[in-house]
């Protein structure tokens, strides 16, 4: 930045509150440097606007000119017209205000600005931490004069609006840049983990990309304790990086290997992969209560009878329900309905379709451990769990083992949460725990979500300390009743309408963003609106690299071989004669 004062971009013509501003812009400026999310300021009189670049237009003085346009070879005519007779238009979003208490603080003195929220002359060196803490930005009630200039927000703008990471005063997580500027965008951690969240895209934009970002962030900054959900084996440990050339990426036990923890589903196929000290996890047939297979009707093909029916089983047989049915005959079967009065095809039909977990790895008729309680101790003693599926990747095992392990773990969360607000004693308060899970709209559809723990917590908000993390690249077949409680949303490229509408379920002022989302590029851009961000923002999220780990991994460790890695590789090596 140079010593002069910033040039204004346009002047404020019309606009209102509802609809936004329209700005013309002034000759000099070229309306092709106006980008659709940019972020603007517009000083007015008394106030100091922060907003978002909805739209570009071009706009004429006289319709003759539209009727009788210059030749492209007349390069002289149209310089003539340019900015007089033909102009460009911007129209922007006001987000957030900021009015000083007295209007000093907005005249010149001695020729120079004494408002310390005027564009700046300098660069980010002359930016006064201690005056963010003092500045309150308010929500829109308003809006500026005519021909109240547009600036391009600086340096400082951004970090009195989004603060920065090195805040000690909060946990700040910068999750990109501005498209225009080489200035973190931070989000408020502290804020994000207090309701649940999401992040959506269609597929191929990035979205794992984000959430492994995030919560490499929530766990370097200790805002919450993260279990996640890792149903293609993309957190724990490496994972293929998207692009044409064939390499990897590190996962959170990679940077964090005192903070996190691996539970797998199949360890064969985590053991392939190299990944260090993953613990296995089993579960039996008498953890499975009905619940669980009603999530699961879908895939496996249940109907309403049958699920009718395996209540009465429950009610007969308690835990060993599942068991006791599978070891059932044809005429133990009719017997039983005989005297409970269940229907003995739809409890044959159970039988059969309940047979195909047989075929999971990971179900056992009894466990020699309880190993969901072996996971709620690492989650409390502050441990984050990635729970890897290897080869059970499918989707009734998804959705069979997340809703297991959520409902018991959320149970406990209730009982701690009770606890703590019997007591009063911030020893009892719970660590905040956020669960992430992906194919999110399977748990959230309105056909099932009234009876899902994933519906439950979501709408509870932060009341017993869980929250979700809900990845998802249909975020129209999520119930309208669940996003409107989604507190932040981080949103990479979507294209189909109702995916669009789903987003800003709940958001007041949509009509601009939709089109700020559907221009985003397909690759490391996003919108993000919501609780922990002041206002909608659009970034080039931060990228997931050598220099991401040295900034936020942990630095005593340094990558050795994995000994009996070496040694599989060997021992293939020799099998195929090399």
Not at 482 to 500: C, F, H, W, Y
């Amino acid at each position: 930045m140079n010593s002069a004062q910033p040039l204004p971009l346009g002047s404020v013509i019309q606009g209102s509150l509802t609809g936004g501003l329209e700005v013309r812009l002034h000759p000099d400026i070229s309306v092709e440097d106006m980008r659709v999310g940019k972020f603007l300021v517009v000083q007015g009189m008394r106030s100091r606007f922060f907003c978002m670049l909805t739209d570009v237009a071009l706009g004429t003085a006289n319709a003759r000119i539209i009727a009788n346009p210059p030749s492209w070879e007349d390069t002289f005519l149209r310089d003539v017209l340019a900015g007089s007779g033909t102009y460009g238009t911007i129209n922007l979003a006001p987000m957030l205000m900021f009015t000083p208490e007295s209007d000093e603080s907005l005249t010149l003195h001695n020729g120079k600005s004494t408002n310390p929220f005027l564009p700046s002359t300098t660069g980010l060196a002359s930016f006064q931490p201690q005056t963010s803490t003092t500045m309150e930005l308010l929500p829109v009630k308003t809006i500026p004069s005519h021909f109240s200039q547009v600036y391009e927000a600086n340096v400082d703008d951004f970090r009195r609006v989004f603060g920065w990471e090195d805040d000690p005063q909060r946990r700040n997580f910068s999750i990109g840049k501005p498209l225009d500027m080489d200035v973190p965008v931070c989000i408020d951690l502290n804020r994000f983990v207090e309701r649940s969240n999401g992040v959506f895209g269609k597929s191929g934009t990035g979205k794992s990309f984000l959430t492994r970002l995030l919560l490499a962030g929530v766990i370097r900054k200790n805002a919450a304790v993260n279990l996640i959900f890792d149903m293609h084996s993309e957190y724990g440990w490496e994972a293929v990086a998207e692009g044409k050339n064939v390499n990897t990426v590190k996962g959170l036990k990679q940077l964090f290997p005192g903070k996190v923890e691996v539970y797998t589903l199949d360890p064969e196929s985590t053991k392939r992969r190299g990944v260090r000290d993953a613990q296995e996890l089993y579960l039996s047939y008498e953890q499975i209560e009905v619940e669980d297979i009603k999530l699961c009707s879908r895939d496996l093909g249940l109907s309403d009878a049958a699920l009718d029916n395996a209540n009465i089983l429950y009610s007969e047989f308690g835990k060993s329900w599942i068991v006791q049915l599978l070891n059932m005959t044809n005429e133990e079967i009719e017997m039983f309905c005989d005297e409970k009065r269940g229907h003995k095809g739809s409890i044959m039909s159970l039988q059969r379709k309940l047979l195909r977990m047989d075929s999971l790895k990971y179900m056992r008729a009894v466990c020699p451990q309880n190993y969901i309680s072996k996971i709620l101790q690492s989650l409390e003693a502050g441990k984050n769990v990635v729970v890897e599926f290897g080869s059970q990747s499918n989707m009734l095992s998804y959705m069979l083992v997340t809703n297991m392990i959520t409902r018991r773990i959320h149970e406990h969360y209730v009982k701690k949460a009770d606890k703590f607000l019997q007591s009063k004693n911030p020893c009892d308060r719970p660590t905040p725990l956020m669960i992430t899970i992906e194919e999110a709209h399977r748990f959230l559809d309105p056909g099932v979500v009234q009876s899902t723990i994933f519906g439950t917590i979501a709408r509870e908000l932060r009341k017993y300390f869980v929250t979700l993390m809900v990845v998802d690249q249909r975020p129209s077949g999520i119930d309208n009743e669940v996003m409107s409680q989604i507190g932040t949303r981080i949103t990479a490229l979507l294209n189909d309408e109702k995916d669009i509408d789903a987003i800003f379920t709940g958001v007041s002022g949509a009509g601009g963003l939709r089109s700020v989302l559907s221009k985003l590029d397909s690759k490391q851009q996003a919108l993000i609106l919501g609780h922990a961000v002041p206002m909608p923002v659009v970034v080039r999220t931060r990228p997931y690299d050598s220099t991401f780990y040295a900034e936020i991994g942990d630095p005593a460790w340094e990558e050795k071989p994995d000994e009996e890695v070496f040694a599989a590789a060997e021992l293939a090596k020799a099998d195929l004669g090399f």
